[in-house]
């Protein structure tokens, strides 16, 4: 089973900054990509930034690149989202998804994509 957390949304005035953390735990025998994602209201899920887990490629929505940064800690499993600058048009709620290899009951390795609960984040005055 593995299990993905996330911690840190909440309300933040324009030009404010949030810090999101995900942290993955459970039977993980690797991670290969962790992202975050955002969704708004009658909108689908888009990525906001990407991190690979063994080399250091990321990637970005262009809407947010210069203003949000994703760093990780491979010893933890656990991947942030420093959010600098932010704008009411980043208001949505923040999900993590982990990708990975999971050893099955039967020792077989299987893939995972497995996401967060989600995290709220309100830019508002």
């Known amino acids: 089973q593995v299990h993905v957390m996330e911690s840190g949304g909440g309300l933040v005035q324009p030009g404010g900054s949030l810090r999101l953390s995900c942290a993955a735990s459970?039977?993980?025998?690797?991670?290969?990509?962790m992202a975050w994602y955002r969704q708004t209201p009658g909108n689908e899920r888009e990525l906001v930034a990407g991190?690979?887990?063994?080399?250091?490629?990321?990637n970005y929505a262009d809407s947010v690149k210069g203003r949000f940064t994703i760093s990780r800690d491979n010893a933890k499993n656990t991947v942030y989202l420093q959010m600098n600058s932010l704008k009411p048009e980043d208001t949505a709620v923040y999900y993590c998804?982990?990708?990975?290899?999971?050893?099955?009951?039967?020792?077989?390795?299987?893939?995972?994509?497995?996401w967060g609960q989600g995290s709220q984040v309100t830019v508002s005055s």
């Open positions: 459970g039977n993980i025998f690797n991670i290969i990509f």
């Open positions: 998804k982990t990708t990975g290899y999971t050893r099955n009951s039967a020792g077989a390795m299987e893939r995972f994509d497995h």
């Open positions: 991190t690979f887990w063994t080399t250091s490629n990321t």
